[in-house]
């Protein structure tokens, strides 16, 4: 004899783990190396808030951000460092840094064009507004056009960005779907009922 098991909940347990990642929001550390975060300024020698390293066509390009944390309004600088994969010789061109929001179709301004100065590429910026941006390195070297693009967050991010709304919708689509089965549940079971 097989007992009856009682029905668990997963619909509503699922539903608020859903929420609960929506609303998950990003930690960040007040502190760089025990000093304050508000301290770090564009030009402090204090470890980069970013430090990329990726490889493209024949040379290894590192990008670093600082300060740590930038906010609107506040002077950053992005460092970056390109090398001949198979030389080891240090990229001596000109290099062209832009920038867009992170949205599609956003425009894209140019931040400057710098020249190396002690095997460095340094450009600064200051930001009107907190949000996500994209900051392109543009260069040539052999005739050949290298693009490299780097996230750069100011200030706070968005409580609930994209994927919290996008985990929400679901969420909500799978609470309306639950519910109508239930009812269509109940419904058959009513009609199955002898008067």
């Known amino acids: 004899m097989n007992p009856r098991r009682a029905p668990v909940a997963t619909g509503p347990l699922a539903l608020l783990m859903l929420a609960l990642l929506g ?5 960040s ?6 000093r304050p975060a508000y301290s770090v300024g564009a030009d402090s020698n204090t470890p980069p808030g970013l430090q990329v390293e990726t ?8 990008y670093m951000a600082f300060p740590a944390f930038p906010k609107p ?8 460092y390109a090398t001949h994969l198979d030389t080891g010789e240090i990229f001596r061109g000109e290099v062209t840094f832009k920038v ?3 949205r599609w179709f956003a425009p894209e301004e140019v931040l400057g064009v ?3 100065d002690d095997n460095v590429y340094r450009q600064g910026f200051e930001f009107s507004r907190a949000g996500d941006y994209i900051i392109s390195a543009v260069f040539e070297a052999g005739g050949e056009p290298y693009i490299i693009d780097f996230p750069l967050r100011i200030g706070d991010p968005a409580p609930i960005g994209p994927i919290g709304w996008t985990v929400g919708a679901i969420g909500a689509v799978l609470v309306g779907v639950n519910l109508a089965q239930r009812k269509r549940r109940w419904r058959l079971q009513a009609e199955r009922k002898p008067s």
């Open 23 to 27: 609303l998950a929001t990003p930690v």
């Open 100 to 102: 867009r929001d992170d």
């Open 114 to 116: 710098q020249a190396i």
């Open 29 to 34: 550390a007040h502190h760089v190396l025990g």
């Open 73 to 80: 309004n506040e002077p950053g600088r992005v460092n970056l």
């Open 55 to 62: 490889q493209i066509g024949h040379y290894l390009v590192t």
